[in-house]
């Protein structure tokens, strides 16, 4: 009786064994097996990079490394899902091609690898928390930079808002005429973005000062006021993330309330977008061109958004839907793939060779400056219209550029100088770094930029950000690194 029970034990667990084995090729039998394969692989790999770089800690969600892999995930990963069970979600030029996704997927899959092989090359672990060496005798330079640039900022965004050049509330034709002019000013509005980020290292390092506390909040309700007259969800939300960001880099957890009101401010503010969007493209308003015709559009936005969606739950539901919608970047892949060469139009004149130097030539100088609207070429070829922008994204770029191998390469590249930075920021560190790792992590590293403008913004903000710090902080000198460094060490031991 045991022999017969063993025997049935035995081909159980074999029979076990069997289903296992072939799962993936009852996966592999249909287009969305395939997909939730790849995606289960890139699950796996991401998890896997996570767990050997560093210590599974929340705070760890703005090493850029991690940081761009969750965006990976869920932009190329799990947003595309609704798209998967409901075809009629997919972009009409795929045609309800699974095939087509599966192989932008895989690509990201390779991608990903070349990024994460990147980080590896230059990954510098170490077991010491971070320190943020304080520099209180400075305190007077840096909140002095900090107005400075604010005001610059808010003067920049004041001059575009007035002279119709200003995010969603441009004129497009004036745009295009002042494009020179336009671009000096729109480098100068993110000022004020690094003036929060200043501000918001002396708000969270030692204790809470009364004065630099309401500098803090007036420069970020100002900023939060700009970021609904753009038009423009990322100029709001990033101010967000931005709190967020240097809150968890100078206390050491991860600031949950401000990642959760990023994420949950998105879905809100979706559905009013659209309305305010609406509103400003219509021939209900002259023109945003200053705070009293901002003020007019914002409320007629906000009546027609409220009218639109009807009770506050469809309004959440609307946003939801819309946001995920928006975080899906796989589609765009996939279009690109199923255009051929179609793509390699999008770039027009501009070449590789120019990055090196593209963000310093001004355009007066250099008048056949090569423009970079690929984004709007890419609207076009789906069918939108040129006042329309669509992501193309870093790794569907690359492989515009220079086909897989260019994916792997573009990849590599940007795993290199993505933990490059990360080293910066860890173990004994400066309010300096933390500046410029804060600034070049929100403004530089987006997974929906093309290649050439995410490599020409890095080029365009890392001197930037020199010039400010040697004027804010200085730079502490080694010895005083080294007794920090000692100093912590003997702490952390006792």
Same mark, same amino acid.
């Given at each position: 009786?045991?022999?017969?029970?063993?025997?049935?034990?035995?081909?159980?667990?074999? &029979?076990?064994?069997?289903?296992? +084995?072939?799962?993936?090729? =009852?996966? #592999? %039998?249909?287009?969305?097996? @395939?997909?939730?394969? $790849?995606?289960?692989?890139?699950?796996? &790999?991401?998890?896997?990079?996570? +767990?050997?770089?560093?210590? =599974?800690? #929340? %705070?760890?969600?703005?090493? @850029?490394?991690?940081? $761009?892999?969750?965006?990976?995930?869920?932009?190329?990963?799990?947003?595309?899902?609704?798209?998967?069970?409901?075809?009629?979600?997919?972009?009409?030029?795929?045609?309800?091609? $699974?095939?087509?996704?599966?192989?932008?997927?895989?690509?990201?899959?390779?991608?990903?690898?070349?990024?994460?092989?990147?980080?590896?090359?230059?990954?510098?672990?170490?077991?010491?928390?971070?320190?943020?060496?304080?520099?209180?005798?400075?305190?007077?330079?840096?909140?002095?930079?900090?107005?400075?640039?604010?005001?610059?900022?808010?003067?920049?965004?004041?001059?575009?808002?007035?002279?119709?050049?200003?995010?969603?509330?441009?004129?497009?034709?004036?745009?295009?005429?002042?494009?020179?002019?336009?671009?000096?000013?729109?480098?100068?509005?993110?000022?004020?973005?690094?003036?929060?980020?200043?501000?918001?290292?002396?708000?969270?390092?030692?204790?809470?000062?009364?004065?630099?506390?309401?500098?803090?909040?007036?420069?970020?309700?100002?900023?939060?006021?700009?970021?609904?007259?753009?038009?423009?969800?990322?100029?709001?939300?990033?101010?967000?993330?931005?709190?967020?960001?240097?809150?968890?880099?100078?206390?050491?957890?991860?600031?949950?309330?401000?990642?959760?009101?990023?994420?949950?401010?998105?879905?809100?503010?979706?559905?009013?977008?659209?309305?305010?969007?609406?509103?400003?493209?219509?021939?209900?308003?002259?023109?945003?061109?200053?705070?009293?015709?901002?003020?007019?559009?914002?409320?007629?936005?906000?009546?027609?958004?409220?009218?639109?969606?009807?009770?506050?739950?469809?309004?959440?539901?609307?946003?939801?839907?819309?946001?995920?919608?928006?975080?899906?970047?796989?589609?765009?892949?996939?279009?690109?793939?199923?255009?051929?060469?179609?793509?390699?139009?999008?770039?027009?004149?501009?070449?590789?060779?120019?990055?090196?130097?593209?963000?310093?030539?001004?355009?007066?100088?250099?008048?056949?400056?090569?423009?970079?609207?690929?984004?709007?070429?890419?609207?076009?070829?789906?069918?939108?219209?040129?006042?329309?922008?669509?992501?193309?994204?870093?790794?569907?770029?690359?492989?515009?550029?220079?086909?897989?191998?260019?994916?792997?390469?573009?990849?590599?590249?940007?795993?290199?100088?993505?933990?490059?930075?990360?080293?910066?920021?860890?173990?004994?560190?400066?309010?300096?770094?933390?500046?410029?790792?804060?600034?070049?992590?929100?403004?530089?590293?987006?997974?929906?930029?093309?290649?050439?403008?995410?490599?020409?913004?890095?080029?365009?903000?890392?001197?930037?950000?020199?010039?400010?710090?040697?004027?804010?902080?200085?730079?502490?000198?080694?010895?005083?690194?080294?007794?920090?460094?000692?100093?912590?060490?003997?702490?952390?031991?006792?």
């Amino acid at each position: 009786m045991e022999n017969v029970l063993s025997k049935s034990d035995s081909n159980s667990k074999g &029979l076990l064994w069997a289903l296992l +084995a072939a799962l993936p090729l =009852l996966l #592999l %039998s249909s287009a969305g097996g @395939v997909y939730f394969l $790849l995606l289960a692989i890139l699950v796996c &790999l991401s998890v896997f990079y996570v +767990a050997t770089s560093g210590p =599974l800690k #929340l %705070s760890r969600i703005f090493d @850029v490394p991690v940081y $761009l892999t969750i965006f990976v995930l869920l932009n190329f990963g799990f947003a595309p899902l609704e798209a998967l069970w409901d075809p009629d979600n997919m972009m009409v030029n795929l045609h309800g091609n $699974l095939t087509i996704m599966n192989k932008a997927l895989g690509f990201i899959v390779i991608g990903m690898v070349a990024f994460w092989l990147g980080c590896k090359l230059v990954e510098r672990r170490t077991v010491q928390p971070r320190y943020v060496l304080p520099q209180e005798n400075k305190a007077g330079r840096i909140l002095a930079a900090g107005i400075i640039l604010y005001l610059v900022g808010f003067a920049s965004k004041l001059y575009l808002l007035k002279a119709h050049l200003f995010a969603y509330t441009a004129d497009l034709d004036l745009y295009k005429e002042n494009l020179a002019n336009a671009q000096v000013f729109m480098f100068g509005a993110q000022l004020s973005t690094m003036a929060l980020i200043m501000l918001g290292i002396e708000k969270f390092s030692g204790k809470p000062r009364f004065g630099i506390s309401f500098l803090f909040w007036t420069v970020f309700a100002s900023e939060c006021v700009w970021g609904l007259i753009s038009g423009m969800k990322s100029m709001l939300l990033t101010n967000l993330l931005a709190v967020a960001v240097v809150s968890t880099l100078m206390g050491g957890k991860l600031a949950r309330k401000w990642l959760i009101g990023a994420v949950v401010g998105l879905i809100v503010v979706y559905p009013f977008y659209n309305a305010y969007r609406a509103v400003v493209r219509s021939q209900a308003t002259e023109g945003v061109s200053d705070f009293s015709s901002a003020a007019t559009a914002l409320n007629l936005a906000m009546t027609v958004g409220a009218d639109a969606e009807g009770s506050n739950d469809e309004w959440v539901e609307s946003g939801s839907t819309h946001t995920l919608a928006r975080l899906d970047l796989l589609q765009y892949f996939g279009a690109i793939l199923n255009m051929g060469d179609e793509p390699k139009e999008f770039h027009g004149d501009a070449k590789l060779w120019m990055i090196p130097f593209y963000p310093f030539v001004p355009r007066l100088v250099w008048s056949t400056k090569p423009v970079l609207d690929d984004g709007t070429k890419f609207s076009v070829a789906l069918g939108s219209t040129e006042t329309s922008s669509t992501a193309i994204t870093y790794p569907a770029d690359c492989y515009i550029w220079g086909g897989l191998a260019g994916l792997i390469v573009g990849m590599f590249c940007l795993g290199l100088v993505a933990q490059r930075y990360t080293n910066s920021i860890s173990g004994i560190t400066s309010k300096y770094q933390v500046l410029k790792y804060s600034v070049i992590l929100l403004t530089c590293f987006r997974i929906e930029e093309g290649a050439f403008p995410l490599w020409t913004e890095i080029l365009k903000v890392v001197p930037t950000i020199f010039v400010i710090g040697l004027i804010a902080y200085g730079f502490p000198s080694r010895n005083r690194v080294k007794q920090a460094g000692m100093s912590q060490a003997a702490t952390t031991s006792s």
